[in-house]
């Protein structure tokens, strides 16, 4: 059998960090941060705004993930294998929620009448590199196991709630 080649726990919780940051960024629209998560030649596969490199993969996002557009996007259960002390891969399994105004949009290129927003489940797959400025990101591949439109009238409930703090832990 072979030997898993495990990161320490302290790498475990730096790649935890960067991947928690990734989610946070794009949730909340902080575009500039995000890009900072990617070294200069990540390749991005299998996302809708799937990309040669990270300022193209931001570009999209910025232009398809306008303020109308709600996401949440969770990972966990996260696994890695240590590649050499400066590269590790690891994979996430990951649920998102994206909801949009009722029949404005489609999600990559296919529209459902009524759509308005779509729940997706799967596997985010990445490879890391140590910098000068911590890990980064130098690989994504997003693999989908189901996506489920999200259809119809949602109720208007204005509900109290306390926005996120984009700064909170700077």
């Not at 890990?135 to 999200?150: E, G, Y």
Request: charged share 25%; with cysteine.
């Amino acid at each position: 059998m072979p030997r898993v080649r495990a990161v320490t726990p302290t790498v475990a919780e730096e790649l935890r960090d960067l991947k928690a940051r990734y989610f946070h960024y794009v949730d909340l629209k902080q575009w500039d941060e995000l890009r900072g998560l990617f070294v200069d030649d990540c390749v991005f596969e299998g996302l809708w705004a799937a990309a040669p490199d990270p300022d193209t993969f931001v570009e999209n996002l910025m232009r398809n993930m306008t303020e109308e557009v709600v996401s949440v996007h969770h990972g966990f259960m996260p696994q890695f294998r240590r590649i050499d002390d400066f590269s590790a891969r690891g994979r996430w399994a990951m649920t998102d929620y994206l909801t949009w105004p009722r029949g404005s949009r489609g999600y990559m290129g296919i529209t459902v009448p009524e759509q308005r927003g779509m729940r997706g489940y799967g596997y985010y797959e990445e490879l890391y590199r140590l910098t000068e400025s911590g890990w980064r990101i130098a690989f994504m591949r997003l693999s989908r196991i189901r996506m489920d439109p999200i259809v119809g009238d949602a109720p208007a409930i204005d509900y109290p709630v306390v926005p996120a703090v984009p700064g909170w832990l700077d």
